[in-house]
């Protein structure tokens, strides 16, 4: 697999809280020049990249990021300021509390109300499996199928833990044939972004591909 194939799976990354104008544009002239399948962005900098390179950049960014127990509403409002601001990807996080007190149904129906806002744009849905035992892992591949969503993504890269080969194997056997995968946080080298994309894996969350490449 060459580095141009690699690189047109990569969400370009950088969430970091401090993050610049200058690496937000690092980021974006990084994305142009390798051909990644987006950039992933905070929120607050959606209006100002979309100003800047228009239909250039493909832009994803975060809603309910990273810890997931906003409400309902208010993720709905993010969702819909960043698709105004010139958004074409979302990546939500889940409800965690509600995974843990078994309310499935209520994270399904966030997750179905969510891809309603998003429309024909992509979803994709954050898990955060280090938090989550296999059981409740298995569940989720469930409820985001079931919800409609585009794709389920394993981590935020800011919980305890990141991706691993396991929950990629364990995704594919439950998810629907229509729910794509995104292995985010803990990628640390070239043989980790072959690894995850011949898994299966349509997309890879990293800050660091140019690097690793």
Same mark, same amino acid.
């Given at each position: 697999m060459n580095k141009e194939e690699i690189l047109s799976h990569v969400d370009h990354t950088q969430?970091?809280?401090?993050?610049?104008?200058?690496?937000?544009?690092?980021?974006c002239d990084e994305a142009?020049?390798?051909?990644?399948?987006?950039?992933c962005v905070p929120p607050c900098y959606i209006k100002r990249i979309h100003d800047t390179y228009g239909d250039d950049i493909n832009i994803c960014t975060v809603v309910g990021f990273p810890l997931g127990y906003s409400v309902t509403e208010a993720k709905v409002a993010e969702t819909k300021k960043a698709?105004?601001?010139?958004?074409?990807?979302?990546?939500?996080v889940i409800n965690?509390?509600?995974?843990?007190?078994?309310?499935?149904d209520g994270v399904k129906e966030e997750i179905k109300t969510l891809k309603g806002v998003v429309g024909d744009k992509i979803l994709k849905v954050i898990i955060e499996t280090c938090y989550l035992t296999e059981e409740e892992k298995i569940a989720m591949c469930k409820v985001v199928t079931d919800a409609g969503a585009d794709f389920i993504k394993t981590s935020t890269g800011f919980g305890s833990?990141?991706?691993?080969?396991?929950?990629?194997? !364990?995704?594919?056997?439950?998810? @629907?044939?229509?729910?794509? /995968? +995104?292995?985010?946080?803990?990628?640390?080298s070239a043989q980790d972004l072959e690894d995850y994309l011949? !898994?299966?894996?349509?997309?890879? @969350?990293?800050?660091?591909? /140019? +690097?690793?490449?």
């Open positions: 969430l970091k809280a401090f993050a610049t104008w200058e690496d937000i544009k690092t980021l142009i020049k390798f051909h990644t399948a987006s950039v698709l105004e601001d010139g958004a074409s990807e979302i990546d939500m965690i509390t509600d995974v843990k007190n078994g309310d499935f833990g990141g991706a691993t080969r396991e929950d990629i194997r !364990l995704f594919k056997q439950h998810i @629907g044939p229509n729910v794509k /995968m +995104k292995a985010a946080g803990g990628i640390r011949e !898994l299966g894996c349509e997309r890879l @969350g990293t800050s660091s591909a /140019m +690097k690793l490449l």
